[in-house]
């Protein structure tokens, strides 16, 4: 008989409340439930294979994951909620920090959801419409998960390895976010009309739609500096997060 041992599990509430999933979605009930690290996950961390591919945080999220679900699935503010309560259950609340010159702990509990939107509801396809206020074309758009993300990150660095110069960051991510033209969905009008008719106005009034109505988490916290004025800092996410003897 295969010896069973006892690991602690937690379960995380998701910044998107489950809404944006379809019925039927183990991830529709807006929570996900995890097990707290073991060696096993350590081994993962430190796997220079995964940590020279870029892989190595997904790797460690999906062996602490216990909900069962496709993981490409994953919408990418609830992946950061996640991402979170993993440092915390692994090493802590403590999180050191450079800010302004100086050493500090910042507590990662503080970190809260973002406030988004949550009245614009997606059609019946996931998705939301959106009137470009600069040239009036209707496009509509889906909120990205980690797959989306990873073929993003693929297209990228393969354009990069056509031409180093080549800096499609933004309008790749928006060929992947956008889902139709005025009412158009081939991919080949898609990409056209982000080549070649996106005004920079209405790419800027899109990304801002997005995050209104995108459910994610605010890596903030309130620091109060020596001299006892408090304020939100940044809080970003190093080679510490995971690894803080680093």
Same mark, same amino acid.
């Given at each position: 008989m295969e010896p069973k041992f006892k690991i602690p599990t937690e379960t995380v509430d998701l910044p998107s409340k489950g809404h944006y999933y379809p019925e039927g979605h183990p991830l529709k009930e807006g929570k996900v439930e995890m097990k707290y690290m073991t060696a096993k996950e350590e081994d993962i961390l430190t796997n220079q294979n995964y940590i020279t591919k870029g892989t190595v945080i997904d790797k460690l999220l999906q062996s602490l994951i216990v909900t069962d679900f496709p993981y490409n699935d994953l919408l990418i503010g609830d992946k950061n909620a996640i991402m979170v309560a993993a440092r915390i259950l692994s090493y802590g609340k403590d999180y050191d920090i450079e800010y302004k010159g100086e050493k500090i702990t910042v507590d990662l509990s503080e970190i809260k959801e973002k406030e988004f939107d949550a009245s614009i509801k997606p059609n019946e396809a996931g998705e939301f419409i959106f009137s470009l206020p600069k040239s009036g074309n209707e496009v509509t758009f889906k909120l990205l998960n980690h797959g989306d993300d990873k073929k993003i990150d693929r297209e990228i660095e393969g354009l990069k390895k056509i031409s180093r110069d080549n800096e499609t960051g933004v309008t790749?991510?928006?060929?992947?976010?956008?889902?139709? %033209? #005025?009412?158009?969905?081939?991919?080949?009008? *898609?990409?056209?009309? &982000?080549?070649?008719?996106?005004?920079?106005? @209405? !790419?800027?009034?899109?990304?801002?739609?997005?995050?209104?109505?995108?459910?994610?988490?605010?890596?903030?916290?309130?620091? %109060? #500096?020596?001299?006892?004025?408090?304020?939100? *800092?940044?809080?970003? &996410?190093?080679?510490?997060?995971?690894?803080? @003897? !680093?």
């Open positions: 790749t991510r928006m060929k992947h976010l956008i889902t139709s %033209v #005025n009412g158009d969905r081939e991919q080949s009008t *898609i990409r056209q009309f &982000v080549d070649q008719g996106l005004l920079a106005a @209405d !790419a800027r009034a899109l990304r801002e739609e997005y995050a209104r109505v995108q459910p994610d988490v605010e890596f903030k916290v309130y620091h %109060v #500096n020596a001299e006892g004025v408090g304020e939100d *800092i940044d809080v970003p &996410v190093t080679i510490n997060f995971f690894w803080p @003897d !680093a």
